[in-house]
DNA sequence: CTGAAAGCGCTAACAG
DNA sequence: CTGTTAGCGCTTTCAG
């Protein structure tokens, strides 16, 4: 349990001024060069790290990035929770990891992250406060929603463009000549769920078609599965399913054709969302749309970074529609 | 950006000196109860929140718990993460991820950790360093390896115990019927795939029996898919596969059944390991080996929270064989 | 039991 | 350009 070594330790050696190695250390005001290079060098023989927690106490600010997520169960999650991290870590930034209740409002999770003075906090739960984004601003804290926006609130977002995902996924359906179709959504207000069905719903009306049904849930396999069942048993001739999002698609896969025993493709097609590792495995083949998980981090960061330099406030990036086997030729 | 409220502040509310209201705080030391309850009042009144920086930079150490992981794509690795993080927010511990990078080793992680004062740390990584039990031991931060444990190094760890889910598997196998097996494993020289590997053969040896083969690749859904190919090529006959992880054997029963129109478990019987949500789809319905989630994340916070009271090291926590259908009745 | 006082390791004026 | 000097908000002796 030895002494850390200390900025102390390091001025002692180099025969400066404790203050000297601050500034060195913190980058900040004018040094020598053959001071700061005594100063690197007692560093590096002394093995110094600055202490992050002193640093955070005097500037009233950390490297440290909040994550705020809900109790996800939905295969994008780790998904993107990964890229996240690992964008943030090559940014020699750390991640702290905030965990919504089931139903906790973020507006009371946010003065509890900011006595942390992080960075920066990006949220990436259902359930968006109203007063969370204020708070942070009042903080200085950039505060960025991830993968969902607020209508209200001013708060800087990065989505992908459900919209045109939507529209998109019905033209190709139409397309493949479908003409009887549900859309299967998850919950019910959340920016994407209402984009998806919006975007859809105006593809189809291009072609002159409105969807037969329109239902909401939750983003999980097993709603897909329930939806479907009781999908199918009022509208027999169902020829295709536009899904919230992959989850619910493999959910409506299976339903149709081990509850129901329909063929998919051939009978009803199915188009899901987001693109997560399974919508690939052979089971499925899932056509999704794919987010552009890169662009959206990258995105994200830049706002955190600069959110000065930024005056929009909804950043919608372009999915990508990956036709596999669930859609007809 | 207004100023926050300290200590101070409520101190001069309440009419005492600031080292009262510390006392009161942090609970330590004694107090009068009438001094305390006005103190609490003042506090309450001002809403004040302690500042854990400030705290930490005193006390040496935070209530923040670090929790590193690898660039884990592996479905079990969400739900372990989620459930964890829930487990501490109800200890109201905050979690600070730390994402090792591919190939990067922890022992050189440990000290960048180290220098936040974590209350403890828990390990999910693959990659195990030789040298990080003993640094954090020095630093008296309690360290425990969670789903994994190290042959060496004498650090706590919790895992299922991945020797009797092997064996179990294997004598089901046995049981309805199989002989001619084969294991398709996940990352070679990880604790978990080992002992589910010397598990299942020992399993398959009381039966007087021997895998007629055993792989070792990645803990993914690519890997079951290409080995199971080649099993079958050089193994036609092949009647049963035990897989290191349930990802690997949805591989392995799509491989089976869309690369080689093989019934699943008419012909070849399939079981995983971990029962993670996929397992349980309707295109799958994966006999595996659940891992006991909720008392394995007990047990690590209870060694993180008193690691002094506990001699063991390692604490192997018995699975249960979920059975579905993917194998013969 | 309570207050005064000394820092934790570091940054940021402020003189020199 | 560099050293001296105040603290950041809190915990923890040490007297009283």
Redo the contacts between chains.
Sequence with gaps: ??KRVTQRDVAARAGVSQAAVSRVMAEHGYVAEDVRARIMDAAAALGY??????R??ITGR?N?VA?VVG???N?F???A??AL??A??QEDR??????A?PGQNIDDLI??VL???VAGIIVMTVALGSRAADLCA???VPYVLFHRYAEQGGAFAVACDSGAGGREAARHLVATGCRTMAYVGGLEDSSPNRDRANGFIAGLREAGLVPVEHLNGAFT?DWG?EATNGLLYRHPDLDAVFCGDDAIA??V???L???LGRKVPDEVSVIGFDDV??AN????RLTTVRQPLEAMIAQTLTLLNHPEDEARRLHLLPGEMIIRATTRR
């Design positions: 349990m030895q790290r600055p202490d992050p927690v002193a955070t106490l950390s440290i994550v109790n996800v169960v295969p999650f780790p998904v929770l990964s991290t690992e943030l870590r750390e991640v702290l990891l905030f965990n209740a003065p509890g006595r942390y003075k009042e903080a200085g396999y599965r493999c959910g896969v299976d339903a054709r081990y509850d590792p399974q495995w052979a089971a499925y």
